[in-house]
């Protein structure tokens, strides 16, 4: 397995209603490592690619609601395989708390 490296920023959502999270930069990220191995890093649950480096981003603050079935990882994909490049964002966050905020995407300001 070849080892192709990339910078990535993951966005750890601490609470989608109130637009609490906190961004962390990771240098040297193998995209060849699946997504599993990359979320066991992390400390386990759901990864979702916000923004890749020359494509628009959405106006949500936090995460957009929007196209799961694309954009959220898998785990059995490697990070490649997941669409992950140089100078992606990602959030990390718990799918029980995105899947409640999904039904009532209401912000506390």
């Known amino acids: 397995m070849?080892?192709?490296k990339v910078t990535i920023t993951v966005r750890l959502?601490?609470?989608?209603?109130h637009r609490n999270f906190r961004p962390v930069v990771y240098h040297d990220v193998n995209v060849n490592q699946s997504v599993k191995e990359?979320?066991?890093f992390l400390q386990n649950?759901?990864?979702k690619i916000i923004h890749q480096a020359h494509g628009a981003k959405s106006n949500d603050l936090v995460v957009s609601l929007d196209n799961d079935d694309q954009l959220m990882l898998k785990e059995a994909s490697?990070?490649?395989?997941?669409?992950v490049?140089?100078?992606?964002?990602?959030a990390f966050f718990k799918r029980e708390d995105y899947e409640t905020f999904k039904k009532n995407p209401v912000a506390i300001w």
């Open 2 to 4: 070849s080892s192709e």
């Open 85 to 90: 490049a140089h100078e992606t964002e990602m």
């Open 38 to 40: 990359f979320l066991k």
């Open 78 to 83: 490697t990070l490649k395989e997941a669409g």
């Open 13 to 17: 959502v601490r609470s989608f209603e």
């Open 45 to 47: 649950d759901a990864l």
